[in-house]
């Protein structure tokens, strides 16, 4: 049943998208582990958002397409992810400490 559905849904979509989004459910399952641990380390937190930057990225790029989109639009876009995830950890790691 799995191997029909996992043909299914690699014939519905591109070759590139179906592997990015294998890679991002594999790097969601360790993200949520770590969180379902409920370790409130700064190690545990700085993995979880490299984690996020990751996942945004492959989102930013394959899925939202601004790879082809003009270089400012993906550089406000780009630069607003990443700002606003790195603010969320130094403010996540800062009350860790």
């Keep these: 049943m ?3 559905l ?4 690699r014939r519905s979509c591109s070759e590139q998208s179906f592997n990015i989004w294998l890679r991002l459910i594999a790097l969601t399952l360790p993200s949520a582990a770590i969180a379902e641990t409920g370790n409130t ?3 545990a937190t700085i993995v979880v958002c490299l984690i996020v930057m990751a996942k945004g990225h ?7 397409e601004l790879k082809h989109a003009s270089p400012l639009s993906r550089r406000i876009v780009k630069g607003y992810f990443y700002g606003m995830t790195m603010l969320v950890g130094v ?3 800062y009350s860790q400490i």
């Design 6 to 9: 996992y043909r299914r849904a």
């Design 91 to 93: 403010i996540v790691a």
């Design 58 to 64: 492959w989102v930013i790029g394959i899925f939202m």
């Design 41 to 43: 380390s700064v190690t």
């Design 2 to 4: 799995l191997t029909n």
